[in-house]
Nanobody, 124 residues
Framework: QVQLVESGGGLVQPGGSLRLSCAAS????????MGWYRQAPGKQRELVAD???????NYADSVKGRFTISRDNAKNTVYLQMNSLKPEDTAVYYC??????????????????WGQGTQVTVSS
């Protein structure tokens, strides 16, 4: 199976920056898309940004111009550079890998895997 391990969350003041990382491990053959979602208390989980294996990106309107997603296909790792952070960015951030093919003697396809989440708190 595939495991996603996130790192980089923490406490930051408004206007500050954080960089999240998520590394996928397992008998991975290919990953179609990787992305970041977030869930604030009392709210639904929402897409923050995602990126395809070809490098096409998609951002939520609320983070455009402040967040940048990138990906290292060779390392099966996705990054989220978050600048100009606001208190409303406070949430648990979850890594997602979509359209994952693994190979361990036979091919196996799964729609989606999730990381365990990392807390981002923006507060003075």
């Amino acid at each position: 199976q595939v495991q996603l391990v996130e790192s980089g969350g923490g406490l930051v003041q408004p206007g500050g920056s954080l960089r999240l990382s998520c590394a996928a491990s397992g008998s991975i053959f290919s990953i179609n898309s990787m992305g970041w979602y977030r869930q604030a208390p009392g709210k639904q989980r929402e897409l923050v940004a995602d990126i395809t294996s070809a490098g096409s990106t998609n951002y939520a309107d609320s983070v455009k111009g402040r967040f940048t997603i990138s990906r290292d296909n060779a390392k099966n790792t996705v990054y989220l550079q978050m600048n100009s952070l606001k208190p409303e960015d406070t949430a648990v951030y979850y890594c997602n890998a979509g359209g994952v093919t693994t190979y361990s003697g036979r091919y196996y396809y799964a729609d989606s895997y999730w990381g365990q989440g990392t807390q981002v708190t923006v507060s003075s």
